[in-house]
């Protein structure tokens, strides 16, 4: 084994399959040895080189000193009342957190990661994007949400596993691509954690060229649209991706989605008052969504503190899915299931960001 010139660590949760191939290969292990690995770690849930039994001892007390593997650390944990949500603030490295939430539906577990510290796309009604962008998640950052989310699910739920995926948390994915991709093909695996991919959705603001990109990877992935307006004017109101990518654009890059991967595109419209719950707006909406593979997820609005958003009465959304599906579009209204945990993006790290600055300028 050629270990001995290798002076700097590596995070083996941050490979691909084929990069945790060559690794070993370029110190003189077969590739397979990958694959043993990667199973442990996301197949069994170990946490040490020593409970890979099928490893060679010299080799897994090397593993341990050049790829030394780091827990995910729950630094904070939030439970419905009703025990269906669970929130998770995860610590990493740099002392920055995320944030990824469990959800406990009729037909499985679903866990939605964060794919960014904090948020580029500065979306007026998010708690996600106070403070802006911080970098970047690797993927083995994202799979520690997965981590820590599957070892929970398996202690409080009697073994139930994680079926369902949501890359919605946190930041834009697609400004994030090769990491979220990478994590994705891994959470797909079928020797890990193996969530197929038809049952695992990417959350998108509007990243045009991301969309296009996303449809050649061969992978019949759902594709959710932050859309949250009828027209360019209110959207571009609430969100400043509508300069670069207005809404023709976008709904044109998401039929062309639609046409090479056969998925049906979802549609995310957070119901504001005021802002774009009117009859009028769902009229509109449904002009420009009729006739295209698509089904729209209406959110009665989570409200933010810092914003001065707030979500419409009860009557109000039901009559705005009303009117769409009158039209010919199908629609929904989301089921909430996290209201009281700060379960929007963004709402428990935001809390958590504010407390340790508060307790940093008077640590008496």
């Known amino acids: 084994m050629r270990f001995g010139g290798m002076i700097s660590t590596v995070d083996i949760k941050s490979m691909s399959r084929e990069e945790c191939r ?3 290969e370029s ?3 077969p590739g397979y040895r990958a694959d043993q690995v990667l199973e ?9 080189y020593e409970d890979m039994t099928n490893l060679p001892r010299l080799l897994r007390a090397k593993l341990a000193e050049v790829a030394p593997l780091r827990s995910p650390e729950v630094l904070a944990q939030r439970v419905s009342p009703s025990g269906d949500t669970v929130k998770y603030l995860m610590g990493l490295t740099d002392d920055n957190a995320v944030e990824a939430v469990l959800m406990r539906h009729d037909y499985g577990l679903s866990l939605c990661v964060s794919s960014q510290v904090g948020c580029p796309m500065g979306c007026a009604f998010c708690a996600s994007g106070i403070g802006g962008l911080v970098r970047d998640l690797t993927c083995g950052e994202m799979i520690d949400q ?14 139930m596993r994680v079926s369902s995926l949501v890359v919605m948390g946190s930041g834009e994915p697609l400004l994030n691509y090769d990491n979220v991709i990478k994590f994705i093909r891994l959470v797909n695996w079928d020797r890990g954690f193996g969530i197929g991919y038809r049952h695992i959705a990417i959350s998108t603001c509007g990243i045009v060229p991301g969309i296009l990109r996303l449809a050649g990877e061969g992978m019949p992935l759902t594709l959710s649209v932050s859309l949250h307006a009828p027209d360019d004017v209110t959207r571009s109101s609430i969100m400043k991706v509508n300069a670069a990518y207005p809404i023709s654009t976008l709904v044109k890059a998401c039929g062309q989605y639609a046409q090479i991967t056969g998925r049906r595109v979802t549609y995310e419209y957070a119901l504001i008052a005021g802002v774009n719950d009117s009859p009028a707006h769902a009229e509109r909406l449904a002009g420009v969504l009729r006739g295209t593979l698509c089904h729209v997820n209406l959110i009665p609005l989570n409200p933010v503190p810092e914003t ?8 109000v959304v039901e009559a705005f899915a009303s009117a ?3 039209r010919g579009v199908e629609a929904t ?4 299931m996290g209201c009281g945990i ?8 935001r809390r958590w960001v504010s407390r340790r600055g508060a307790e940093e300028a008077d640590p008496g």
Do not use: T
């Not at 001065?308 to 009557?315: F, H, I």
């Not at 700060?342 to 790290?349: K, P, T």
């Open 22 to 24: 060559s690794f070993f």
């Open 27 to 29: 110190v003189g292990e």
């Open 40 to 48: 442990w770690l996301y197949g069994q849930r170990v946490s040490s």
């Open 146 to 159: 997965m981590l820590a989310a599957s070892s929970d699910a398996a202690e409080r739920l009697d073994g």
């Open 308 to 315: 001065p958003y707030v979500r419409p009465a009860s009557c």
């Open 324 to 326: 769409l599906q009158s």
């Open 333 to 336: 209204i989301r089921r909430e």
């Open 342 to 349: 700060d379960a929007a993006c963004g709402q428990l790290r």
